[in-house]
């Protein structure tokens, strides 16, 4: 009988762990279903509806009042809760605001904060503007997209509307993005044809409500493309007419349409260049024509021609003579990094450099470089590595490439929600914490157990520098593939190719060492940082030991701070990597019994190639950069699995992720 008791106790014990089946569709709002709250609200709108409704569907506890009133505390969509006589006050200047309040509530409920406290809670953005980057194609593709296809069903809209598309505007105004701009910037001059401006309105008006502007990416030849005219010079009156034309349209149309976002004399994109005028030339004439509408202007930064200086400086110097020159309804859009989102660079010194103009951060939440949707690389560690340098307050904006796609769980990788999550989470506060997001995200898409949110938050903020260390470690970069950004490639030389696409460009290894030598003795581009980081970063002593490949050609005997050599120290962080990688598998399945089975095995699966493929990343790198370095690997380091002819002559499939061919398999 004892026995029979405790088989029962044992059975509905084990039972209790077990999650539901769930999918990852619901993302971090799925705790979002139990809500028994009263809410009383003085005014009413479209958007102090949805806060009402999401705290009855969400919140438990004390009934909530929204309150719309002025308070000198509060800038544009900040908010304050208090609890008084028993309810909670949500006090905002803007509906908006009150939403966020609305969510904030719920969040501290999922994640276990007591929201019970005597200190009224005050909460700022830090940016008027959050905004994701979509580069979705109007076919429905996505560049650099890894989680299915675009979410916009160009050919279906306007008559047919997904349910996803309040679905991503719920997620976005959960976290405080207010602002997406629909499509690439490679922009296709359709977008701006009247046909799919009737569909974008359709979004607009999903979007409205939750507070989420609506912007676009413009291709600057559309007036000759689409308009016939034979030229797009930004001083042309027949130009400047036809942009002005299409303002008119678009806001008749959308109101508050948010602007333009523009990628212009870069990869291939036409621009001002093209009719010998300047960026500021170029970005002022549209927002010269958006201006009577509020309308701004996002002008990307990201320029580099083959034939000209350092591919890290040129952003720099094309740009900061620019300085004072833009509109103010202009900002001049910047990526963290002065090359293209390389899993670590230096940030890019054009920040800092053009205090007269505003300028924006683009951080890049789709992972291009840090192993597309198969890899686990928590982000928030490598953006709050670019605020340690950029004071945010120096910054007029945010922009996140989005990493978002039709696929069940949106973004491909269940943990690559969390990027999602935190970057609107320090688009709204930089302050926060890496551990903080990591902790509310995990509490929310999967438990509060400690048992659970202790060692998974630990191995996320391990994860982009173990992705640093397995794919480009001590500064090195661009190492990819030719024609993917997935897997190692540093061999690669393909004929007749810009050498500024090519990996030799940026490792530059010899029998002599291995580094691009960017000190003053190189291409100087330590001189574009200001003075103290650039002493720092010119001594090949003092430069950090995570930009010394990046700042240096470094001997392969050169002395580490750690002691070992430049070779020992390149064998040891790839191999940190790599364990690091395995850790990661050993620590997920321990938490088996806090996740359904259904993402449980999801993540499995993915920890699972991303350890194959920081294998096939260090058996890759170390032996072919063993042979100018003329040196073993130590031997306490793990021995190679693959073949370096195998991996050599092998192209990856991007598409099934099939590993090289050596015998070697998951
Ligand atoms: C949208 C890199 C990417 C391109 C991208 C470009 C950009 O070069 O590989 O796919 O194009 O950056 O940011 O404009």
């Known amino acids: 009988m004892k026995h029979t008791y405790l088989i029962i106790f044992t059975l509905f014990y084990s039972l209790s762990f077990m999650a539901e089946a769930e999918d990852g569709s619901s993302l971090w709002l799925r705790q979002s279903k139990s809500g028994e709250t009263r809410v009383y609200s003085s005014k009413s709108s479209p958007t102090i509806a949805l806060a009402e409704k999401e705290l009855k569907r969400s919140f438990r506890g004390a009934p909530v009042v929204l309150k719309r009133q002025k308070c000198k505390d509060l800038k544009a969509d900040g908010y304050s809760i208090k609890f008084v006589d028993d309810k909670y006050i949500l006090t905002s200047t803007t509906d908006n605001g009150l939403l966020y309040a609305a969510y904030h509530l719920i969040r501290q409920q999922s994640t276990s904060c007591s929201v019970r406290s005597?200190?009224?809670?005050i909460e700022n953005p830090a940016y008027n503007l959050r905004l994701l980057n979509h580069w979705d194609n109007p076919d429905g593709t996505i560049e650099r997209g890894y989680a299915g296809s675009s979410l916009?069903?160009?050919?279906?809209?306007?008559l047919v509307i997904s349910d996803r598309y309040e679905e991503y505007a719920r997620a976005n105004a959960s976290?405080?993005?207010?602002?997406?701009?629909?499509?690439?910037?490679?922009?296709?001059?359709d977008i701006l044809s009247s046909e799919y401006l009737i569909k974008v309105k359709t979004l607009a008006d999903i979007f409205r409500p939750y507070g989420i502007k609506t912007y676009l990416s413009v291709n600057f030849a559309t007036p000759m493309i689409l308009g016939g005219l034979d030229t797009a010079d930004p001083l042309d009156k027949e130009v400047e007419k036809w942009w002005k034309n299409k303002a008119k349209e678009i806001y008749k149309l959308i109101p508050d349409f948010g602007g333009f976002l523009v990628k212009a004399n870069s990869e291939g994109q036409p621009g001002p260049c093209d009719f010998d005028r300047t960026h500021a030339e170029g970005a002022n004439m549209l927002a010269d024509a958006l201006k009577p509408y509020n309308g701004i202007v996002m002008w990307r930064a990201f320029v580099y021609n083959p034939e000209d200086a350092d591919r890290a400086k040129q952003a720099y110097l094309e740009f900061q003579p620019l300085d004072g020159k833009f509109r103010d309804n202009v900002i001049v859009q910047i990526k963290n990094?002065?090359?293209d989102f390389q899993p670590r660079e230096p940030y890019s010194p054009l920040f800092g450099s053009m205090p007269r103009s505003k300028t924006m951060?683009?951080?890049?939440?789709?992972?291009?470089?840090?192993?597309f949707s198969n890899h686990l690389a928590f982000l928030a560690p490598m953006w709050k590595e670019f605020f340690d340098f950029v004071p945010a307050e120096s910054l007029e904006a945010i922009a996140g490439v989005a990493n978002i796609g039709t696929d069940t769980n949106w973004c491909g990788h269940h943990f690559a929600q969390s990027n999602w999550y935190a970057f609107g989470r320090l688009?709204?506060?930089?302050?926060?914490?890496?551990?903080?997001?990591a902790r509310e995200w995990l509490s929310q898409t999967f438990t509060a157990d400690k048992n659970f949110v202790d060692p998974i938050a630990s191995i996320m903020a391990e994860s982009r520098e173990a992705v640093v260390d397995y794919m480009m470690p001590l500064g090195l970069h661009h190492l990819f593939a030719w024609g993917h950004h997935y897997g190692p490639e540093p061999w690669c030389d393909v004929e007749g190719a810009r050498p500024d696409w090519m990996p030799s460009y940026y490792h530059k290894a010899s029998d002599n060492g291995i580094g691009f030598n960017r000190s003053s003795t190189g291409s100087n581009a330590v001189a574009q940082y200001p003075e103290t980081l650039k002493n720092l970063y010119d001594n090949v002593d003092t430069c950090p030991d995570e930009y010394i490949l990046w700042f240096h050609n470094v001997s392969w005997d050169h002395k580490m701070q750690s002691g070992r050599t430049l070779w020992g120290e390149l064998c040891y962080r790839y191999d940190r990597g790599v364990q690091t990688t395995r850790h990661f598998q050993r620590e997920w399945d321990r938490v088996e019994m806090y996740v359904d089975s259904e993402?449980?095995?999801e993540v499995q699966n993915k920890l699972r190639i991303q350890t194959r493929d920081a294998v096939w990343w260090k058996d890759a790198c170390l032996q072919y950069f063993g042979q100018f370095s003329n040196k073993p690997i130590p031997y306490d380091i793990e021995r190679p699995v693959l073949n370096l002819d195998n991996m050599m002559n092998f192209k990856i499939d991007i598409t099934n992720y099939e590993c090289p061919p050596c015998g070697y398999s998951n």
């Not at 005597?118 to 809670?121: A, F, H, L, P, R």
């Not at 916009?152 to 306007?158: F, N, V």
């Not at 951060?361 to 192993?371: A, S």
């Open 337 to 339: 990094g002065p090359v």
């Open 118 to 121: 005597d200190k009224t809670i």
């Open 175 to 189: 976290i405080g993005i207010n602002g997406t701009v629909l499509n690439n910037v490679n922009a296709s001059p």
């Open 361 to 371: 951060v683009e951080f890049q939440i789709t992972q291009e470089y840090l192993g």
């Open 599 to 601: 993402r449980f095995k």
């Open 152 to 158: 916009w069903q160009w050919d279906d809209l306007p």
């Open 427 to 437: 688009a709204w506060n930089p302050e926060l914490s890496s551990e903080e997001i």
